[in-house]
């Protein structure tokens, strides 16, 4: 079975109906069929996935993944995040984060995406390009919060680990399903952390052209062999 996603719009309307229905459509599509029939999907590397909109008053069912829409970041410089563990806070257990108002995730395996759609245009983003950013690292790389469960793979050429983030390093060149739809982010597939696959194509747009490329206005986070994270930018 495919795994659910479920997005609910909890901003202070951020979205027409239309808009917030394109954008979800966009979601499940991409979801289903690009992200769907990529070598991710393809050779088992990460869940096949649907995407559907839920009220404000209706709860995620059980073992639904889930997507906040939200007006400000709660964290500077954050567009978006995606989590998987519950903190308690005083009075008020299972929040989704330390620093989260109103986190749904219900403990360590239920990850959760923020989504800070006025944040997003205020800095010339396409909230529904994070939404789709968050989305699809969140399936692939979902258990985020414990260091030892974050999934890396090693570069043979300068020795460190790079995350398996899937849309960091091909940031800034998503693209639409439909020509007047909202953007979607573009995202590498497995070979570009060297792992196997059968086609070619290191991202689903083919902008890349090599193993571990960071592309101009992309970055990604790597691990040193001291152990220290740092994160690289694509060249200009």
Not at 186 to 204: S, Y
Request: hydrophobic residues 35%; aromatic residues 10%.
């Amino acid at each position: 079975m495919p795994q659910l996603v479920t997005v609910t719009d909890l901003t202070s309307k951020a979205f027409s109906p239309a808009e917030r229905f394109n954008g979800i459509w966009s979601l499940n599509w991409q979801a289903v069929f690009d992200y769907g029939r990529s070598p991710w999907v393809e050779h088992g590397y990460a869940p096949a996935a649907t995407v559907i909109y839920l009220p404000k008053a209706v709860a995620p069912p059980k073992g639904a993944w889930h997507i906040e829409l939200l007006d400000t970041s709660d964290e500077e410089g954050a567009l978006g995040y995606h989590e998987n563990e519950a903190f308690d806070k005083g009075s008020t257990p299972g929040k989704a984060s330390e620093r989260s108002s109103r986190g749904l995730a219900a403990g360590r395996g239920t990850p959760l995406a923020k989504v800070f759609c006025k944040t997003a245009r205020s800095d010339g983003a396409d909230p529904w390009e994070v939404a789709s950013h968050e989305l699809i690292e969140m399936l692939v790389d979902p258990w985020v919060t414990d260091e030892s469960e974050v999934r890396t793979a090693s570069n043979p050429r300068d020795g460190l680990e790079y995350i398996v983030e899937a849309c960091d390093a091909v940031q800034s060149t998503g693209y639409r399903i439909t020509p007047e739809g909202p953007l979607m982010s573009n995202f590498c597939w497995p070979a570009w952390w060297g792992l196997e696959q059968t086609r070619k194509a290191l991202d689903q747009q083919g902008r890349v052209h090599k193993p571990f490329e960071v592309l101009s206005g992309g970055y990604m986070s790597v691990k040193k062999p001291s152990g220290s994270w740092e994160q690289i930018g694509g060249a200009k």
